[in-house]
DNA sequence: CCAAAAGTGTTCAACATACACCCATGA
DNA sequence: TCATGGGTGTATGTTGAACACTTTTGG
């Protein structure tokens, strides 16, 4: 039974939207799709909340939609809810951001939507305000990747550290000394030196790592400093 | 002209919810109310969303109906969207943070919705999930104020040394050194020391200072480490 | 004159940064 | 053998934390 109060209300439509960003070695990435209404426009991953889903299940199932991965990361950026940021009707979108190991994704790759990666500093036009969630996005990313263990979302269970500098050095779009970042990381003693080393891609190797978040949970205040305090932006 | 793909889509009543903040010189505190349908339950303050209003717009007129203050501090916390949180109907609701100055709070307070100040460590039962939002906002508040200045939005224009450490000690929930503390707040260049002492709380009187913005708009990086960092929770 | 709060300096340890050379290996 | 990327150590300055006594003044 609902009562007068709440039916005298007006109801909205709820979107969300999901950056979902990945590293490929190189440069971080966002997945973009060309989406139903506006085909000739890039735009963020979306879809509706549906009448029985929480906020995150509907985030979680969007990013399944078109990644086919679960057990992503997943955190919740910000509702966006200017009255004209949809033309076409009033809309709240709440915006989560979600990393990927991109390795993962293409072999699960859904061709519906027309996917594709581009380079976070590099973007085309967007739809709507997602320009303004991708922006609020990398902040978010690397506010919280200064000091939580976040990054290791974005590279596969083995990795090396020249390869996990190369991912911070994209979040911070900046350069680090290899020498203090491998001080650094390795001081927190939550990585596994594994006996197995890279091969392929330089002749010596380097050898793999793995991070072990059981000694994290065991750890409060574990993760902080990992960037050199000059580098960080807030 | 609204397309048919929207048209399908089901609407959800959207409302907000504000954790109004404020500290006494002592505590800090929470703005609590007994509304509407749960006479029983003290509650954030909350509102329905309208038609033609911004989400942030929303929020700043639902602090304004309860305290009369315009231009306080607001800043989005998360989206709430569980489908069962509010049992009446669903509900999505959108949390908003909020700092005032108690004492402007004490000369434009509204009776109407029998509004109390609760210590923040010393809360009642609260209505559906709105104990997670005064948590999550706690969360957010530390982790905010050790980088931003924000706590002087909890402070009047003057305010004394002994005055800030308090509010720092109460956000954070411990005691620091008063030594370090005045050495490092002091370090940031941000307070002018007016001429003015306080008068009737202590003895020999402490210095006023007040807040100088402009000169912190002007640097970048500026209200970093505040707290000891083994202070910090984040 | 005394109680209560304000104000102030020093020492030590830890951390951040800058910086350069040798190592292992595949081609 | 050489080119490429991997790996490591030291010295210096800065910052954080611990710690105790003197000053002011109203009652």
Redesign the pocket.
Same mark, same amino acid.
Request: proline share 6%; net charge positive.
């Given at each position: 039974m609902m009562l007068d109060q709440y039916k005298e209300q007006h109801a909205y439509l709820v979107a969300l939207d999901s950056i979902i960003m990945g590293f490929d070695g190189e440069d971080l990435k966002v997945l973009l799709v060309k989406r139903g209404v506006e085909q000739n426009t890039w735009s963020l991953m979306g879809g509706w909340l549906q009448p029985r889903e929480g906020l995150e299940q509907a985030a979680a199932r969007i990013v399944f939609d078109l990644t086919g991965l679960t057990n992503v990361y997943l955190e919740q950026l910000s509702a966006f809810g200017e009255p004209d940021r949809d033309p076409i009707a009033r809309t709240i979108s709440i915006a989560y951001f979600s990393l990927v190991r991109i390795d993962d994704y293409e072999s699960k790759i859904s061709e519906a939507y027309h996917a594709q990666w581009f380079s976070i500093y590099q973007l085309p036009d967007l739809l709507f305000d997602h320009g303004d969630m991708v922006s609020l996005a990398l902040k978010r990313l690397r506010s919280k990747a200064s000091q939580h263990p976040i990054g290791f979302e974005l590279l596969p269970e083995k990795f090396? /550290?020249?390869?996990l500098q190369k991912l911070y050095e994209a979040i911070y779009h900046t350069e680090f000394? *290899? =020498?203090?970042f491998?001080?650094?990381v /390795?001081?927190m003693r939550l990585l596994n030196k594994l006996d197995e080393?890279?091969?392929?891609?330089? *002749? =010596?190797?380097?050898?793999y790592y793995s991070f072990d978040s059981n000694k994290y949970e065991a750890i409060t205040h574990a993760f902080?400093?990992i960037?050199?305090?000059?580098?960080i932006e807030l």
């Open positions: 090396t /550290l020249p390869q000394d *290899k =020498r203090n491998s001080r650094k /390795l001081s080393k890279q091969k392929g891609f330089s *002749k =010596r190797g380097a050898y902080i400093n960037i050199p305090t000059s580098e």
